[in-house]
């Protein structure tokens, strides 16, 4: 029996119809952008296995970083003492966020960052007496799967099941060409007649809207109308942070810098399961009081984890080195010729492109579903062909890893444009 036909007596799939798939690829083996399966077949990695990987599977330097943390101290519990590791993580962090992140909350993935940063915005505003009870979102976001993350994310098949057990979320327009003035109007009108306690919001591009993209002009006059008017703002940059947009983050292309951010995926180079909500200091200094129930009673088995702390330092380090910021404009470069390129052919309705990103929407009478027949075909058809790549309904997308070739990107664009040409749109 392979391994594939042994997954399928045990394991159940994130986002997987099991009716529908049923066998996977079995990959025993990364290096570089490439994964290898249980039969030797090689694939390219276009999407940084869902954005984690910004230096390649099986890192040299992060691994060994691991190896010695875990022959040190592999873990110790954040509640009630503290560790080098950590103390020198906040360091870093403090030298590449935005100058207003002051404090980090620990977790394990991106959803429990965002429910750290939509209880802390509540919990704020209860400890000084207010009742604040509403979120606001763009419509279309996914911000994870936990149940506050769930609440403020906009994409119906991921939460239609759960609808009469989710927190209060008004969802406004994306600001995206032409929407402008509606995505303002109704941030205003969503202020005025409910008691908001933030916005929360995918800076300049959402994800697994199908990589929708606006300019950050935009953004920074939705904050500045949360600012005046006490609402918190919350960046979700676990897909955008640590360079993919072009810069560290995303939010460092605004002049109004969020209240809290969310970060995870690249944060250990993808390796350990690691997040951090980041506040201002003004917040954290909300949750300082004689009362002792005014702390934020949130907390994970593994918080601030030592190996993971580990591992982020030497991602961290990795991306600083001037060679990543190189590897991102080559990239980018790359992306905006093939984008010259395909966005003549006649299946092709829109593209776009911003740091390592690259997003293209198929010419489709009717709007696709996430997970549409449509999107199946294609992602199909680029898994037979060695490269990794899952389409949101009819836009496909590439988010590679730094260090891929040049060879590697050519590769990907030819069986993008191949898949247009041989399936029926």
Known sequence: MTLSEKDALYNWHPYTQHKIFSHFPAIVKGNDEFLWDENGKQYIDAIASWWVNPFGHSNAFIAEAIYKQLTTLEHVLFGGFTHNVVVELAEKLIEILPANQRKFFYSDNGSTAV????????????????????????????HGDTFGAMAVSGIGLFTEAFQDALINVIRIPVPTKGNE?????ALQKAIAENEVAAFIFEPLVLGAAGMVMYEASELDALIAICKQ????TIADEVMTGFGKTGKLFASNYLKNLPDMMCLSKALTGGTIPMAITTFTQAIFDGFVSDNKSHALFHGHTFTANPTGCAAALASIELLKNPTTLENIHRIQASHLQFEKHIQQHSKVKTTRVLGVIFALEIQVSEKQDYYSDLRNQFYNYFINKGVILRPVGNTIYILPSYIISNESLQQIYSTIEQAINEISC
């Open 229 to 232: 008017n006490a609402v918190f």
């Open 115 to 142: 429910e750290v940063a939509i209880k802390a915005s509540f919990q704020y505003h209860y400890n000084k007496g207010i009742k604040k009870n509403t979120i606001i979102a763009f419509e279309d976001a996914f």
């Open 181 to 185: 003035e509606s995505s303002k109007v």
